[in-house]
């Protein structure tokens, strides 16, 4: 069992990634966040060989319009998809047009089929916060998080033996604090309910990355005024340069190479791990 991604887009202009689960059976083809216009996602799914038809699900993080583009409500598309959307978020949603009877609310855990369980961690951003999302494959462990204001103990309890991660890496602090955005844009973004930094990233991913073996590292997120891509790499280069080999910076104008991710090398058929990955949910509830 394995799974591919492409971040189709990413930034304050609009988030889209596709997740393609390969299940001999049964591939399942789906999104996370819809923050591109659906004319535009069908755009950058096409050279990478995928139709909007293919897809089952869309898994919102939050309902900001770069993560749910308001497009989509009047897309005749829109009612194809079963769109997954945290309770919190729910009424956000249907704000949003999405059709009621398209919604599927999640709480803390819930499975897209047997084989894919996905648990959501709650964290701060904003007022009604955003949704981390840690997605079991088989043996796969994907983490996909963006949009939180700081890293909570509770996300790194989750997002350990991973083997890729997509975090953002929204802003370097010395350009943000010499931009002349207003003073309550900067607090609002750096204040702990905002984005984080590339330090803050770069901390997080150093920690998730000390268990399990990260195939893939692909920062979400970068602001276009606050950060610079290049300063990024160097950051990585001086204080992760492990990583370096295994990163992928995303951005808002281009989809990333499809980044294919196995379950952990030589352990994808090792019955205890793949026992431990179709049961994390229920073995993290007690
Ligand atoms: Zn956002």
Redesign the pocket.
């Known amino acids: 069992m394995s799974l591919s991604l492409s971040v189709l887009g990413s930034g304050?202009g609009g988030?889209c990634t596709l997740v393609v689960l390969h299940d001999p059976a049964e591939p399942r083809i789906i999104l996370i966040d819809a923050?591109l216009s659906p004319q535009e996602t069908a755009n950058r799914l096409g050279p990478l060989g995928y139709r909007l038809t293919q897809i089952s699900d869309i898994l919102v993080t939050h309902t900001?319009h770069?993560?749910l583009h308001r497009g989509w409500a009047k897309s005749k598309r829109c009612g194809d998809f079963i769109w997954r959307v945290s309770r919190r978020h729910l009424g956000e949603a249907v704000a949003a047009g999405i059709p009621a009877r398209c919604l599927e609310p999640f709480d803390e855990r819930f499975r897209l089929d047997e084989r894919t369980p996905i648990e959501a961690i709650a964290l701060p951003h904003d007022d009604l916060g955003t949704m981390g999302l840690l997605i079991g494959h088989g043996a796969v462990r994907l983490g996909y998080v963006?949009?939180l204001g700081r890293v909570p103990p509770s996300l790194l309890r989750a997002f350990t033996d991973l083997d890729a991660l997509a975090i953002e890496s929204n802003y370097d602090r010395a350009m943000q604090q010499a931009s002349d955005r207003p003073d309550f844009l900067k607090r609002r973004i750096m204040g702990g309910l905002g984005h984080l930094s590339n330090e803050q990233s770069l901390d997080a991913v150093l920690t998730m990355a000390r268990s399990g073996s990260l195939q893939h590292v692909v920062l979400l997120?970068l602001s276009r005024h606050c950060n610079d891509p290049q300063l990024v790499q160097q950051l990585y280069a001086k204080q992760a340069p492990h990583l370096l080999g295994r990163l992928t910076i995303s951005n808002q104008y281009a989809a990333t190479p499809m980044l294919h991710v196995t379950g952990q090398a030589g352990s994808a058929d090792h019955p205890e791990r793949a026992g431990r990955q179709l049961n994390f949910l229920e073995t993290r509830q007690g």
Do not use: I, K, P
């Open positions: 304050s988030n923050g900001d770069d993560h963006t949009d997120h």
